[in-house]
């Protein structure tokens, strides 16, 4: 997703505005609408975590540089289960680069 696509531009907002009131921020620590969620939470005047979940392949991305931790998996299979925890804080939302990412919230 360019810079200066529309979605890029409210993922920027929706972070920024999610870390002005004290959240932290976790996305899936690539380009596009992750990279502009990690994005929103760096540009807040709190400090909070931005935190870019990465799977290790041979030709996947690397973190973006607005993430200030960074959590890498050898599988997809981790994902989920990482994010398991958290299905009774009804507190998360969502900008979807695609299916895989949908799948976590099921």
Same mark, same amino acid.
């Given at each position: /997703?360019?810079?200066d696509d529309f979605y890029y531009k409210?993922?920027? #907002?929706?972070g920024k505005l999610l870390a002005d009131k004290g959240?932290?921020?976790m996305s899936g620590g690539g380009p596009?609408?992750?990279e502009a969620a990690n994005?929103?939470?760096?540009?807040?005047k709190k400090e909070v975590e931005s935190i870019g979940l990465n799977i290790d392949l041979p030709f996947e991305q690397i973190a973006n540089s607005y993430t /200030? #931790?960074?959590l890498s998996f050898d599988y997809q299979l981790w994902l989920p289960l990482l994010l398991?925890?958290?299905q009774?804080?009804?507190h998360q939302k969502t900008l979807s680069q695609g299916y895989i990412q949908m799948q976590h919230f099921q």
């Open positions: /997703t360019p810079t409210e993922a920027v #907002k929706l959240f932290n921020i596009g609408i992750m994005r929103g939470a760096k540009e807040s /200030t #931790k960074e398991l925890p958290l009774p804080y009804n």
